[in-house]
């Protein structure tokens, strides 16, 4: 499955619409600043245990990290799980700041 890579103006754009954005991102990275509306869950975390966050594998996930790696390698294995409405920020927290 080909994962979704969202601008961070179209994630926005989903995430009002009722997709659950979820930093991956450790706790000491959050600590810095999260998107507005995000939900923290490291990622180790959120891939060890996705029904323990994520209770319905059908609802619309946006994952954001700071470079937009490692939320496509977790939208990866999210999607390997049954997870059909996967994306991800393409370029991350950083290109979100940059992009206001």
């Given amino acids: 499955m080909t994962i979704p890579e969202l601008a961070p103006a179209d994630a926005l754009v989903h995430q009002q619409r009722g997709a659950a954005l979820i930093d991956i991102r450790e706790a000491h990275e959050r600590a810095l600043g999260m998107a507005e ?29 700071q470079s937009g790696m490692r939320s496509l390698r977790a939208a990866e294995i999210l999607a390997s799980q049954g997870y059909s409405h996967v994306a991800s920020v393409a370029g991350g927290t950083a290109r979100w700041i940059a992009e206001g």
Avoid at 37 to 59: N, R, T
């Fill in 37 to 65: 509306g995000a939900f923290g869950i490291a990622m180790g975390e959120l891939v060890y245990a996705p029904s323990k966050h994520l209770a319905d594998p059908q609802a619309e996930i946006v994952l954001i990290c």
